[in-house]
C-alpha cells in the first residue's frame, strides 16, 4: 500500500465511451498530480494540483478533463479517446508544490483504447 | 530548459554483482535530483533523492548515487545486487523551488541468477 490508490487498476474502453479513473491520497498531501507513461517515452506531466486548485495544464487534449474535489481526491474523466491513449496513467501527491522531498505515485491505471 | 539523459535503456547483471545505473542531466539552473523505482504493474517508488550537501546519497534498499555538478551527473549505484532487484529506474531532475519534474526514459534493470 503506497499512501495513493487508484482505481480500477486496470480499464478497456471503446473510442466513444466515458469512463473516469479516480485517485485517493491519506496522506495529508496538499499537491496531486497526474502523469501519463508510454512504452519508452519519459512520464508526461498532465495535470497539477494544489489546494484543489488547478496550476497547470500541460496542453492537454480536452478528450481528458481533471477534477479535484478535495484535497484527497483526484478524478480524470475520459470521452473520445483515441488508441494513441493508451498507455499507464498514473497519479501522485506532494507535501507541498515547492518542496523536494519527490513524489508519493499509485500503482497506475492500464488503460486500453479500442 | 532542462533534461535528462538515461544512457542505457538495459542493464543486464548477474546476482551479487555491484551495478551502476547512468543518468546525466543538463540545466542553467541549480537542480534537485531523484531517483525512482518501478516494479511490475506499480507506479514508481522514491529511491533517493540530492537536493543540496553531502554530495553521496544514500537510499532504501542499499542504493546510493553520486552528484557529480561538474560532469552533472547523478549515477545510481548498488555493490549488490538481488534478483528483486528487476525493475526499471528512472532518473529525475526538476529545477530547484518548481515542481516541474523531467523524467528520463528509464533503464531496466534486469539480475540474474
Known amino acids: 500500500e503506497t499512501g495513493v490508490t487508484q482505481t480500477p487498476r486496470h480499464l478497456v474502453m471503446g473510442m466513444t465511451n466515458k469512463k473516469s479513473l479516480k485517485c485517493e491520497q491519506h496522506?495529508?498531501?496538499?499537491?496531486m498530480y497526474w502523469y501519463k507513461q508510454s512504452a519508452k517515452k519519459p512520464l508526461e506531466l498532465m495535470f497539477v494540483y494544489s489546494l484543489e486548485e488547478r496550476v497547470e495544464n500541460n496542453s492537454v487534449p480536452s478528450r481528458f478533463s481533471p477534477e479535484c474535489p478535495n484535497s484527497s481526491h483526484l478524478f480524470l474523466h475520459l470521452h473520445t479517446l483515441q488508441p494513441e491513449d493508451s498507455a499507464l496513467y498514473l497519479c501522485?501527491?506532494?507535501?507541498?508544490?515547492?518542496?523536494?522531498?519527490?513524489?508519493?505515485f499509485g500503482s497506475g491505471t492500464r488503460l486500453t483504447v479500442v | 530548459a532542462q533534461s535528462v539523459t538515461q544512457l542505457d535503456s538495459q542493464v543486464p547483471v548477474f546476482e551479487e554483482a555491484p551495478v551502476e545505473l547512468r543518468c546525466n542531466y543538463s540545466s542553467s539552473v541549480s537542480v534537485y535530483l531523484f531517483w525512482y523505482v518501478q516494479y511490475p504493474n506499480q507506479g514508481l517508488q522514491l529511491l533517493l533523492k540530492?537536493?543540496?550537501?553531502?554530495?553521496l546519497v544514500k537510499g532504501i534498499n542499499g542504493f546510493e548515487a553520486e552528484f557529480n555538478k561538474s560532469q552533472t551527473s547523478f549515477h545510481l549505484r548498488k555493490p549488490s545486487v538481488h534478483i528483486s532487484d528487476t525493475a526499471e529506474y528512472f532518473c529525475?531532475?526538476?529545477?530547484?523551488?518548481?515542481?516541474?519534474?523531467?523524467f528520463g526514459t528509464g533503464t531496466r534493470l534486469k539480475v540474474l541468477a
Open positions: 540530492y537536493l543540496s550537501g553531502s554530495t
Open positions: 529525475a531532475v526538476t529545477p530547484s523551488g518548481t515542481y516541474k519534474y523531467i
Open positions: 496522506l495529508g498531501h496538499n499537491a
Open positions: 501522485a501527491s506532494s507535501q507541498d508544490l515547492l518542496t523536494g522531498v519527490g513524489y508519493t
